[in-house]
């Protein structure tokens, strides 16, 4: 079966800054997604970003960007020039040949200004 | 956009009551899916359905039961409601494969069982 494992609880970042946070994952599968989910407080769960395990080149949306490190098994997400918005739970997730999302404990992300 | 509905988002109910929490989308997708989320814990799965009428276990199905009879509702029942399904439930729903692999969402019904 596929893990998911965020190791940080919880983060924080300086307004403006740069934070980067933590996913690793287990999988026998060669073909898969990987996605980053936002989940602001009270609020509902949206995508930040998804990466196809076929693709080499890192995923970029605007300030959100991803270190795919495949043979590591490792997905970090990295977040530029934080806004107090981006405060929220990250959740970081894996799909495989079946069609569920395998979610890691996620990762609180606050942000100070 | 896609729109995903779960009729309530707080509830309180008795030990040993019957609770529906129920889920519609609107972009025709496959697959629906429910799963709880507990502090620490992450989103686990608790029932999926990739069609109307069928239905899987995911990894913590005992205590629940699911409905699919039309392709847009998927229902999540708690036959005789615990203490410990005290939670956030999250309906989310994707299309089988799909050029994405993204799920969809809902707000989420937050369950407090006494």
């Known amino acids: 079966a596929q893990t998911v494992t965020q190791s940080q609880p919880e983060m924080s970042v300086q307004e403006a800054e740069t934070v980067t946070l933590s996913c690793t994952y287990d999988?026998?599968?060669?073909?898969?997604?990987l996605f980053w989910y936002k989940q602001p407080p009270s609020r509902q769960m949206i995508l930040v970003i998804r990466?196809?395990?076929?693709?080499?080149q890192n995923a970029t949306e605007n300030r959100f960007s991803v270190n795919f490190q495949k043979a590591a098994k490792s997905f970090s997400l990295k977040i530029s020039d934080s806004q107090l918005g981006d405060a929220a739970m990250y959740f970081c997730?894996?799909?495989?040949?079946?069609?569920?999302?395998?979610f890691g404990a996620g990762t609180i992300l606050r942000v100070k200004s | 956009d896609v729109k995903v509905t779960q009729s309530s988002r707080y509830l309180v109910k008795r030990t040993g009551e019957k609770v529906f929490l129920e889920c519609v989308q609107d972009?025709?997708?496959?697959?629906m899916f429910w799963y709880r989320q507990d502090p620490g814990l992450g989103l686990r799965l608790i029932y999926f359905?990739?069609?109307?009428?069928?239905?899987e276990k995911g990894d913590i199905p005992e205590g629940y039961s699911v409905s699919r009879e039309k392709k847009e509702r998927f229902s999540l029942i708690l036959e005789s409601a615990s203490t410990n399904q005290t939670s956030m439930y999250l309906c989310?729903?994707?299309?089988?494969?799909?050029?994405?692999?993204?799920?969809?969402f809902g707000e989420g019904s937050r369950l407090t069982v006494l």
């Open positions: 989310a729903s994707g299309r089988t494969g799909g050029i994405t692999g993204e799920l969809f």
């Open positions: 990466q196809e395990a076929y693709k080499q």
């Open positions: 999988t026998s599968e060669s073909d898969y997604y």
């Open positions: 359905s990739y069609d109307v009428k069928m239905k």
């Open positions: 972009m025709d997708h496959e697959n």
């Open positions: 997730a894996y799909r495989g040949y079946g069609n569920k999302l395998v």
